[in-house]
């Protein structure tokens, strides 16, 4: 399982506006087939750049799955948020492998 994080610090001035456009923009993202599922989360940490930061996780099926996003639809979509957020956003992408996941069981 690979996880393809997009971390997002967007400022104030922005937020609601960014925040609408990202609710929107994940289940396009989601709609290319290549991800099961998504999480949205706000990061707790107060940025020395201020504003706000965001991080989405997007499960992607597998490797080729995520190699496919790239070569088919990254770049299409990250051009509205691109455009319309530019110099008003800092985002930086990592790729993460699940080694292993653990929960606890109630009985």
Partial sequence: ??????TVN?????HDE???WIKEH????????KFEKATLTKVLVEEELGGQ???IQYR????EALDAYYREDADKLR???LKRFAGKS???????????????KFT
């Fill in 18 to 20: 960014w925040l609408l």
């Fill in 90 to 104: 800092l985002a930086f992408r990592t790729e993460l492998q699940v080694v292993d996941e653990y929960s606890v």
């Fill in 53 to 55: 930061t965001y991080s």
């Fill in 26 to 33: 994940i289940p396009q993202v989601l709609s290319t087939g």
């Fill in 79 to 81: 051009q509205e948020g």
């Fill in 60 to 63: 992607s099926y597998s490797r």
């Fill in 10 to 14: 967007v400022e104030d001035s922005i």
């Fill in 1 to 6: 399982m690979y996880i393809y994080n997009v």
